[in-house]
């Protein structure tokens, strides 16, 4: 092999590498969204989203 050819293997190598680790590490700190409860269940447990703030504008003025 030339050394040209043997330099971008190396580096294709390296990329690869890099991304498969990227790749890893981004899954290892997500979940599977399929893994989460389902809407009604969080409803019926309780946990509810807070209060929506509509009804009161930025100087805190009911409307």
């Not at 680790?21 to 946990?47: A, C, H, M, W």
Request: aromatic share 12%; net charge positive; charged share 25%.
């Amino acid at each position: 092999m030339r050394k040209k050819q043997r330099l971008f293997i190396i580096i294709t190598f390296l990329f690869f590498a890099a991304m498969l680790y990227v790749g890893y590490d981004i899954s290892s700190r997500t979940t599977f969204p399929g893994s989460k409860p389902q809407l009604r269940e969080r409803l019926l447990n309780g946990d509810e989203a807070p209060a929506d703030s509509v009804s009161t504008d930025s100087i805190g003025v009911e409307m």
